[in-house]
């Protein structure tokens, strides 16, 4: 008997059918549709289970660690079967993906296929569908697609159904790429969330414009718009409707033979809710969220009460009830064709109340917010190597894959976890990344391998995750015992890539000699002290060991990589005294000395002024652009608002700051490290801040790598640090930042578009969430700041730009997490403050030319490029292997506008692609046009049997997601929304296939191959 | 297709069968059962719900109220269905009926046939059974019969099953008519409970005696005996095995895919506390209580885990876990052929640490005691009403029924619980009795009409629930206008009765007239004014009105009844000056006064000294009986232990004194009234304390009436009133106190028989609960006190009686109600601490006299007279009516030593009849003997046409029941357990239909009457 029988029965047997006798069993009406003319009250059954938070999301999956917070999605999603199997009327949503899989796993096949009837009857939906609600902050679009790909494609291939509906209702501030890009590109019809500004919501409510129509993107325009609603507060129920196990919201007490029965006031209360809520809302349709945190636990206990209430409310007749979900409540409003205010840009900085500005978060956690930014780049560079290789059940990127999924949650990558729940993710991510290393490993070896030895690669190559703390074993070696390194370096970008690299080395006499086996210069960098210091601590800290010996040099080289591919470096004890690498120069000078000091081999020359902060001049004598730049560190002592009325201290969440304090350098020495491919000028801000400036050879721009921490706390107050680069560009209080590593949107100091901003926090309040970089511009200039984590920023002077690196506090802020973030580094049970290291690149340009290099540089810093090392006795490495590889059309090489943002190997020989356009329309003269991408060269040796365009997210062809979707109609005249001029890629002849990218354009690709039809890789 | 086809259907989709893929779905084996040789664990799924506590009855059954304590019976029982179905080896016990008959009647019909079948299969299985878990201090026997039968004949007829085990797992000590009557007569086969006195405990976990046969009355002896067990610590799981929805108890975490796997650590702790019990208890089988209060509210939390438990656990091996119950466990135990410590008596006084004996609650809410005693009389009497007028489905004395069995629950009658909960159980004992009197009105209105207009009675009676506060509209009515009144006074008992009865009248000038027309003598005494005020002051508070007329007086005239019937009584007017009542003789005099007063119309006389302070001679000139008897009150304050190291107040449960007062009797006028029928001396003791010594004629006890109240707290001190007489009686620390008004239990003071005691509170420590009353002796005399209520009482100093009559404290004592015990009355808004009312009887016998008035007299209190009044306009009432009844046959009058304490019309023509013999072996010369009881003579005019012994709950044949006890062995040598000379009455013949009952025994009888033979009734 098939389980449709069993479904059937069940539900027979327990909403029942009354045949009489004395069993005064009662049953509910729920049918309830949509009634026109009414007030409809959309009950939307929710849970919002956050994938990780208090407790890890393992924790919150199976329900341990209850102590902290009593919270077990497992039970969610036991309760919730045979709840909505009771009634055929009850629905539910469900979200975050990471959770459904780890359940989904668990259940018989027998409950698969109820589940899957739940699923294909639209009882249970799945809203959102990415494995986590990302934060849209701290996140970087490509992640962003990446683990909304993954829940997508899962729900596709078990369920064949695509989510309608963006849901992201609890991330802190929304960004203009999740309404374009992971909402209308996704294919969502409309896109809800619950956090937006306390005085942009007033005024909302106040103009019923909570629900919007959103255009996101300057280049996309209403191509890519949505329909996006703020929920009235929040995204819980209305008070006093709370349903969960021992909730105290009256239940319905609807049985006249005990005491207390309360249907007239319980109806009373829905009738009193629902037409407050009408008051501030278009049409007669609310949607009302039933649920919040980890709520149906229990699940009959909400739908028991959600019976009755739209039983009772709908005999009362004053208002209609009905069991919803967000898709109906989207067609609803569709259906009433009304007009929507036009919402562009985002929904940033986010404040719940006056001086509560949740900016802090935009750098929480800076060393977990590097770490997923590395992960970021690896996983896609991975994918390319297994491509390559071809997928393998065993080894592969899904681990890492799955790890940057869950750290791209709303409290993860934003720091707003507690630390043990920030450990296991970055524990996850270690364990994702240490799977993928032994892929790209292997994909390495066979790729060097020549095509006779291919299937048994006998290379085995390591790489040095702990290259930013100068750890690397595998180069650490020494090469006069004969022995060669090979430096297997690879390219994840489209183009070819000429970039310096570093790498720590024992030897002082070594040569380099490239893919062709020629010499080539290379520069030994003195490890300075602060470095071996940093070093020797993170490696016993993280590894339990000490070092026993420590390289005395960074060998430094210029490298040149072909597109998706790789090139060998061999380095190896010189033979002869005049063929090893230059020692650079090393010149200390003390803060005392009244000086200059120009640093840099190329067109971009700095002067430093040895007193303390005196101006650096900055020239570049190619682009003529000369610029007195000054740079400076502070911090801002974190308020402590506990005494106050509305208690606010600054936190994980808010930024809330106690005056601010320049740091002024310490009358200490400082170093010029000079050579022929990069100088160096080495600083000691102060006893815990040390900063490189580093120009390169052939490069014209700034490279600043700093080391801070541990943050002092002796004093008692926690401290926010900041770095600000001040210039002379007139910026008249505007400057750009970029939304999640993509759209740049415009930023004016002090002010917001959509309402009189009442300033109370002026530092806080003007912070913005900055992924790619920042820049702001006069009529002459641009200055230009990129960096290789989310921070968060502003500029608070004119010409002056400002980034806050790293954030130790000792108070929580109350909004939840219920710790200070106070993140220390363990040697044993010696701990310390955590110490950043990071870097910033910063360039003045000529205006309009600012751009390219914000664009294809900030592409490599996404991307760096990959180490792999092996050893080598015998000379002839490179002989008997292939040094150099590309995975593309040798003749070809990717547009400088477009990335390969995906390639992947899915299963079944079909290869996901997804195309972007790096550039904004307008953004530059050349580069923001229509460009094309030649498939055919993108896969030589192999045939493209078909390519299907799909949306974003890959689970749905673009064909038809465009075909369904909701055409929203925009209040005001048309002339002002006319965006007709804009344009986008055309369709793909399947002969030609030839990719059109429109500015800002992401296309993606299914793309299926015949395998094999010239093994030329 | 027929509802076992859905079960098999729903459990095949739920437990599932892993047909094989990419499910990782577990399927965990709890099939085990017990293996000699191991260790057993017994797991015993359960939840403890109280039938009212913190919150009331129904808002715990549907969850209501949450905000004071979150729990909700329907959660417990939905969840607990689908649980159960999903693996066919789970178990689980319900308990309490109150909570599972609501659940009953909202279940659909195919529900119901689910829930059977999981009844029949053993899955779920009724334990205790009964409507409440009973309290087993304030409880009288007949309560605890009567709401355990109604839950065991409910379980009988839906399930047809009877309880085996006994489950009291949560009273605050246990009694000794718990163990035997309400165990063994029932037919259980053990006894479980949670709390005994923490000394007591200690002991027995070191010897391995927590579990024990227990003997509970002497008179039964082994017959009566049952096995029973203390759990070693509470009724919960062992530490760290909780796993409600958000317990904070590691969950076993099975999954490797996942992080936090613990299987290994889990199964550790559960071995561990599995060894550390088996330690301390006989044989290889343990029991684990895995619930407790208001637990399994998603009953699935608790299986997930217990089914990994058990699977792995005993794939470890070490020890034995099984899904088991108290009635496999007893089995079990039965099984190993161990012999058990012999235990008689009880398990009180309670205390669960240093200076915490919860000896308080037996008198706390002393009003609420006395309203539960007296709907319990009047139960018992409507009861037999309702037999002879014939059951009807819509007035019948169902409510009062099921309103007194909720009242029984340990959180009820004991005081324990929320003021608004004491609240909710009076207001349903008021709609239980208000129904009970219309149908008591009802039958009696055709009892006295002549049979051919009985079907049409004509008659309305009144009756006056509010008389204990001298407020009775039926009789305060003007006679002088020509009218009489009636009074119907009705005799529960079996045996023709004498008493003096009082009814408050206007006029001064009254005749009564008895039955038989003929004019008897009265008395008239006036309604002083102490009465007044607590008259005006509660009828103002309960009716919302004051009564606009006073009556002067009490008519007080000797009244005689038939047995089970009664007689009619008329006041008028007086005709002529001479045959109207005589007015008392009042004589006040001031306490300054140095003399004595005599009162006393018959053998009995009291002399009062004047004199504060001094004794009062006590002198009964039929028994020669000569004592000086002082009576004297008393108060202690209050502990208030809040800044001690382990804190612990005086309050509801607990009774902790700090010091102890005398009242001293005020300088001010007593009163003393004299009359032909009663005398009463009238002492204000203080501003709040009055009380009345009543002596009647042809009685010899002295009935002490006192009103208690308001305690005064403007001290701020909490304070516990005792009254102490004090004889010359040398009783040697030795007393004796009921056992819910059965079976009398000797106390020895400062000492317990099953240990050391360790005495840290020489009041508290001491105290015993009082139902019935406490007497001492020495080798002439035995003094005697009885009650009107469940009060706490002791014999602190040699010769001295102690009873708690009030308390009113400032503080909680920290046992979860979180309430101070501090009662109210209010009028509007105006509320003053609760008065008391009541009464106490006291008597002084030659040695071995006392017996036959304590339990006569005391089965009088329990079943007082109950009145009905009408108003008639004419003379000839008597005439036209019936004015005498009996219901049984008219030669016949039970035996002394029987009471019927159950007459009740079952459905379907059978009636439930129960006999008690009153007697304890050797306690009265001449009635502690066997003796019987002719059933024919109880039905005059109905044939019985079948007679069925049952057990004491009437669910089970007697005879079957006896064939399948359990015989347990008691250790130590065979002749010091031997009672081979206590009988029991033999099988009754079904021709003779004469019932035999040895002392203390109670039977109970199924009878089924050929209806009307002869309408004689």
Redesign the interface.
């Known amino acids: ?1 098939g ?1 449709e ?3 059937l ?2 539900v ?8 009489g ?6 049953v509910y009406n729920t049918s309830h549709t949509i009634v026109t003319g009414k007030l409809n009250v959309h009950l939307v059954p929710h849970t919002h289970d956050d994938v990780g938070w208090l407790k ?1 999301v ?2 919150y ?4 660690n ?2 902290i917070q ?3 999605v497992q ?1 969610v999603l ?2 919730l079967i ?1 709840a909505l199997l009771a009634d055929k009327n009850r629905k539910f949503i469900y979200v975050e993906q990471a959770f459904f899989q ?1 359940w989904w ?8 296929l ?1 589940v899957k009837q739940l699923v294909s009857s639209g009882q249970l939906e799945f809203i959102n569908g990415a494995m986590s609600m990302h934060d849209e902050a701290a996140t970087h679009y490509i992640d962003m697609i990446d683990q909304t790909t993954l829940g997508h494609r899962f729900i596709k291939e078990e369920f064949n159904v695509t989510p309608r509906i963006g849901w992201q209702i609890d991330p802190f501030g929304h960004s203009a790429v999740q309404a374009y890009l992971l909402g209308a590109e996704v294919g969502f019809d409309s896109f809800f969330y619950g956090r937006i500004d306390y005085q942009d919501r007033a005024k909302r409510k106040n103009e019923k414009s909570l629900e919007v129509v959103w255009r996101g993107s300057k280049s996309l325009g209403s191509s890519s718009q949505i329909f996006a609603g703020a929920f009235p507060q929040n995204y819980e129920p209305p008070s006093g409707f709370y349903f969960e ?7 319905v ?1 609807d ?1 006249p ?4 029965y309360n249907v007239q006031e319980r109806v009373d209360d829905f009738v009193a809710a629902a037409i407050s809520q009408a008051n501030i809302t278009r049409t007669n349709h609310i949607m009302w969220t039933m649920g919040t945190d980890f709520k149906y ?2 699940a ?2 909400w739908f ?1 009460q959600l019976d009755k209430l739209i039983h009772y409310v709908n005999l009362d007749g004053r208002v209609n009830a009905l069991y919803s979900s967000p898709s109906i409540y989207t067609d609803a409003k569709y259906a009433t064709n009304e007009s929507w205010p036009l919402k562009t840009d985002d929904f940033f900085p986010y404040a719940d109340r006056d001086n509560a500005y949740w900016t802090g978060y935009f750098t929480s956690r800076p060393a977990l917010k590097r770490y997923v930014r590395i992960m970021s780049g690896y996983y896609l560079a991975a994918r390319q190597l297994e491509f390559f290789k071809g997928r393998s059940k065993s080894t592969n990127t899904d681990s890492l894959g799955d790890a940057l999924a869950i750290a791209q949650h709303h409290d993860a990558v934003t720091g707003t976890e507690k630390q043990h729940v920030a450990n ?1 993710y970055a ?1 996850r991510l270690s364990i994702g990344y240490k799977e993928a290393e032994q892929l790209v490993s292997s994909s390495l070896a066979c790729l060097v391998e020549p095509a006779s030895r291919r299937e048994k690669p006998t290379t085995k190559f390591q790489q040095c995750p702990l290259l930013n703390v100068s750890y690397c074993p595998a180069s650490e070696v020494h090469l006069s015992e004969g022995k060669s390194l090979i430096v297997v370096i690879y390219n994840s970008l489209g183009w070819k890539r000429e970039d310096v690299v570093r790498i720590p080395v024992f030897n002082e006499d070594v040569t380099v000699h490239d893919s062709e086996g020629n010499e080539i210069e290379s520069q030994l960098v003195p490890l300075v002290d602060a470095y071996v210091s940093l070093r020797n601590y993170h490696v016993k800290a993280y590894l339990g060991h000490t070092p026993t010996q420590t390289p005395k040099y960074w060998l430094v080289f210029a490298v040149s990589i072909p597109p998706i591919g790789f090139s060998s470096y061999t380095i190896s004890s010189a033979k002869k005294p005049g063929s090893s690498s230059s020692r650079s120069s090393v010149y200390t000078f003390n803060t005392s000395e009244t000086s200059t000091v120009e640093v840099g081999q190329g067109n971009l020359k700095l002067t430093f002024s040895t007193e303390q902060e005196k101006l650096t001049n900055y020239v570049n004598s190619r682009s003529l652009v000369k610029e007195t730049v000054k740079q400076s560190y502070g911090f801002y002592t974190g308020y402590n608002g506990s005494s106050d009325k509305v208690p606010q201290n600054s936190g994980a969440y808010i930024f809330r700051p106690n005056g601010t304090f320049l740091i002024k350098p310490e009358e200490v020495s400082s170093t010029i490290v000079r050579g022929p491919i990069i100088d160096e000028v080495h600083q000691h801000i102060n006893s815990w801040i040390y900063q490189i400036t580093r120009l390169h050879k052939g490069k014209e721009h700034v490279e600043v790598e700093y080391i801070v921490g541990p943050i002092p706390i002796n004093d008692g107050t926690g401290k926010e640090v900041v770095t600000q680069i001040t210039t002379a560009v007139d910026n008249n209080k505007r400057f750009y930042t970029d939304s999640n590593g993509r759209d740049f949107i415009k930023r004016i100091r002090d002010y917001r578009a959509d309402w009189d901003l009442n300033v109370n926090q002026p530092v806080a309040g003007n912070y913005y969430p900055i992924n790619l970089g920042i820049y702001m511009q006069d009529d002459k200039k641009e200055f230009s700041v990129l960096v290789d984590r989310s921070v968060g920023g502003s500029s608070i002077l004119d010409g002056q730009i400002e980034l806050m690196l790293h954030r130790r506090l000792l108070l929580d802020d109350s909004r939840g997490v219920a710790e200070a973030l106070n993140e220390t580094v363990c040697v044993l049970n010696d701990c310390k403050g955590l110490i950043i290291q990071g870097k910033l690149y910063f360039r003045i340009d000529p205006l309009g030319e600012g751009a390219k290099w914000r664009r294809s540089y900030g592409q490599e810093i996404y991307s760096p490029l990959l180490f792999a090392f092996c050893e080598q006795d015998s000379d002839n490495w490179i002989n008997s292997h292939r040094p150099t590889f590309s995975g593309i059309d040798s003749s070809y090489s990717l547009p400088d506008n477009v990335a390969i943002i995906t390639l992947q190997d899915l299963d079944g020989g079909k290869i996901l692609l997804r195309l972007a356009h790096l550039y904004e329309i307008g953004e530059d003269k050349d580069l923001s046009v229509l460009t094309n991408v030649e498939l055919k060269k993108l896969f030589p040796g192999k045939e493209i049997s078909k390519v299907t365009e799909t949306s974003l997210s890959a689970n749905q062809e673009r064909r038809l997601m465009e075909k369904k979707r909701l055409v929203w109609k925009v209040e005001g005249p048309s002339s002002e929304n006319d965006d007709s001029k804009l344009s986008r890629g055309g369709p793909v002849d399947p002969a030609a296939l030839v990719v059109e990218l429109a500015p800002m354009e992401i296309r993606t690709f299914i793309i299926d191959l015949v395998p094999n039809l010239v093994s030329s890789v």
């Open positions: 008997m389980s029988a069993a479904l029965l069940w027979v047997m327990v909403a029942g059918v009354v045949v006798g004395q069993s005064k069993f009662m890890t393992d924790q999956y199976v329900g341990s209850n102590s009593g919270a077990c039970n036991d309760s045979p780890r796993r668990d259940q018989s096949q027998a409950m698969q109820v196990v021992n909730d105290a919201s009256p239940v007490q049985d033979d005990l005491f207390d636990q229990y009959h206990t028991r296991d524990k």
